[in-house]
């Protein structure tokens, strides 16, 4: 499937496989383009300040250090956020596997009363934005006492995200015959025993792709934590990051610290993103085209 | 009534493989999805009721103190519908939107028939960067792109003083529509990778033989690119583009984030700015919940189609 506008045959392959180098260099010079952000963070979290405030800049990270990324670790405010955010991030990571997972057994494996409406809820639900809902979120949280609480916000994401992770759970559900199940049963093994021994196992994937998400979310999340954490004690990795952006606009900032300190957010998070990303890219566009 | 409903005692008779319902599990169903509707009730549907209700009050800083809210009907939108600085807002959202979501969708189109017409270690090259791009939180993606357009010693500068441009020392984020260029630039780089990858995976689900056959019938690049690859793959291209329009709208981050970084945020804000700064910038929750409302209307009727198409394919 490499060749879709090349030369289907090989009539032309002269003519064709000049054309295909050429377009090679341009993709190489597009992914260069793309990749740059990511590689001048990295490349600068290793440089120090005097180095990144000379006139010239430093492209590669010769005789940089991990000093940066010393700094970073020993900031008593990044480990407070990192605190915060696990905590955060394990809580809505296991409710929102649990609940999903319920409530996709319930619209892939029974037809009932009110299914259809509970699926159009659902994908309705996913495309609010957080944005048109985050002053009525913050005045809820503050009218019960739950600003600043890890729980509270864990409450919002779980939220936030249950709506897809059901829907691509349906998927994996689904994929798993009741026949399996039956049989199993048939051989003896009661309702729950034939779940846990058949059907769960072939559930891990999408399990895991669930809480992979579910991670994402709630570790990259701005919005809503701008909104309900508002102390400085209870920032979330990606509020303290922004405090490093407000103070740029006043002051000279250590950038080599900033960008050690993105580095170390965003590290777990390319790798979890690369673990997962077949499976949300197919859930949001599953079904346009039928190969 | 759920342990029985979902897990039988052993001791119960083997179920019959072939029995359509079993009495037993009639609830099951209301059971497993009671979790999700009650969590989405107290956290999505709760705080969308407060909006509509208090979208018709009077909620200011009074009412932060504890006054009740004044009933006000319909003057929150009545005083929206009048202030020209929110169609202002509205106007500038609907058009960042609408250029973001486009170039986006043509970038992310060109990409990914750039990646179907290279060799094979080209297109790996291409799509790991476009993952690494992809990847990126976004408020680390921010901080970098602050970093770059920072006027005093940011990498944008310099390349353009390079390049014969008098840059040195200029931000651009002071002026509203470098400002949103910029913000704009940073959307696009952060939402093409899904958009080119979705294409290509759809290219990838042509067969081969329709694409020789046009060939051998004598279509040359262009038309089979215009007649036969572009119609193919058009439901993708439509539902990529539909939910860029929806994230486009929304969008917050970036926004604020170039406004914390120095930028001008009274002639800079989107709608998601403006909401926040309404809300707890000057404590006017009637006509933040109001601004919140239309913005949820116009995402919902936006999103309909695109729910609708996955609403078929459920059945």
């Known amino acids: 499937m ?5 030369p289907a045959s090989s009539r032309h392959s002269t003519r064709g496989s000049t054309r295909r180098s050429v377009l090679t260099v341009v993709a190489v010079l597009v992914a260069l383009v793309w990749a740059f952000p990511v590689y001048w963070m990295v490349n600068s979290a290793f440089l120090d300040k005097v180095t990144l405030q000379s006139s010239t800049p430093t492209f590669l990270p010769f005789g940089g250090s991990f000093d940066n990324f010393a700094t970073v670790f020993g900031d008593a405010g990044f480990i407070r956020a990192l605190g915060i955010s696990l905590a955060v991030t394990l809580v809505t990571v296991a409710a929102a596997i649990v609940i999903a997972f319920l409530g996709a057994l319930a619209i892939s494996r029974f037809r009932f009363r009110g299914r259809r409406s509970f699926i159009l809820a659902l994908l309705l639900i996913q495309m609010l934005p957080a944005e048109g809902l985050f002053i009525a979120q913050y005045k809820m949280m503050s009218s019960v006492g739950m600003l600043n609480n890890v729980l509270g916000l864990a409450l919002l994401y779980t939220a936030a995200v249950v709506p897809f992770t059901v829907w691509m759970l349906r998927g994996f559900v689904a994929g798993v015959p009741v026949e399996l199940e039956e049989a199993a ?11 846990l021994r058949i059907t769960f196992p072939l559930l891990a994937p999408g399990l895991v792709a669930s809480g992979v998400y579910a991670f994402l979310q709630a570790w990259n999340e701005f919005t809503v934590a701008l909104v309900v954490m508002t102390e400085e004690q209870s920032r979330t990795l990606p509020l303290w990051l922004r405090g490093f952006v407000q103070a740029s606009a006043t002051r000279e900032t250590d950038w080599g610290q900033v960008m050690a300190a993105s580095t170390v957010v965003a590290v777990p998070v390319i790798i979890f993103f690369l673990v997962v990303q077949g499976r949300m890219s197919n859930g949001l566009v599953g079904g346009a085209v039928k190969g | 009534m759920t342990s029985t409903a979902t897990a039988p005692p052993e001791t119960a008779p083997a179920p019959e493989p072939t029995a359509p319902a079993r009495p037993a599990r009639r609830h099951t169903p209301a059971w497993l999805v009671l979790p999700s509707l009650v969590l ?6 709760y705080p969308v009721g407060w909006q509509v209700v208090t979208s018709f009050q009077h909620f200011g800083m009074m009412q932060q ?81 602050t970093w ?31 400002f949103l260029v910029v913000a704009a630039v940073i959307v696009v780089w952060m ?21 020789e056959a ?15 690859i572009l119609p193919l793959v058009a439901p993708v291209i439509s539902i990529v583009l539909l939910l860029q329009l929806i994230w486009d709208l929304r969008v917050f981050t970036q926004i604020k984030l170039l406004q914390d970084a120095g930028g001008v945020a009274n002639e800079t804000h989107l709608l998601g700015t403006y909401i926040y700064q309404l809300g707890t910038g000057a404590g006017d929750f009637g006509m933040a919940s109001a601004v919140s409302i239309l913005m949820l209307l116009l995402t919902v009727a936006v999103s309909w189609y695109y729910v609708r198409s996955l609403m078929k394919e459920e059945s």
């Open chain 2, 191 to 211: 939402s093409v990778p899904f958009v080119a990858l979705s294409i290509y995976a759809g290219l990838t689900q042509l067969s081969p033989e329709v694409l």
């Open chain 1, 2 to 6: 490499s060749r879709i506008l090349g």
């Open chain 2, 214 to 228: 046009a060939e051998i019938d004598g279509a040359g690049g262009w038309k089979r690119l215009r007649h036969i």
């Open chain 2, 65 to 145: 103190f504890g006054q009740p809210p004044e009933w006000v009907g319909l003057a929150n939108y009545a005083s929206l519908v009048t202030d020209p600085e929110l169609w202002v807002i509205v106007g500038r959202s609907i058009v960042f939107c609408l250029v973001c979501a486009l170039s986006t969708v043509a970038i992310g189109l060109g990409l990914a028939l750039l990646m179907g017409a290279v060799s094979r270690a080209g297109r790996l090259v291409l799509q790991v960067a476009l993952l690494l791009a992809w990847a990126m939180p976004v408020v680390a993606s921010m901080t970098v792109w």
């Open chain 2, 148 to 178: 770059i357009v920072n006027w005093r010693n940011g990498l944008l500068n310099w390349v353009l003083e390079r390049v014969g441009v008098d840059a040195q020392g200029h931000n651009w984020l002071v002026e509203p529509l470098s």
């Open chain 1, 185 to 195: 049963m048939v051989d003896g093994l009661s309702r729950t025993k034939a779940f």
């Open chain 2, 40 to 45: 989405l009730v107290a956290a999505l549907g």
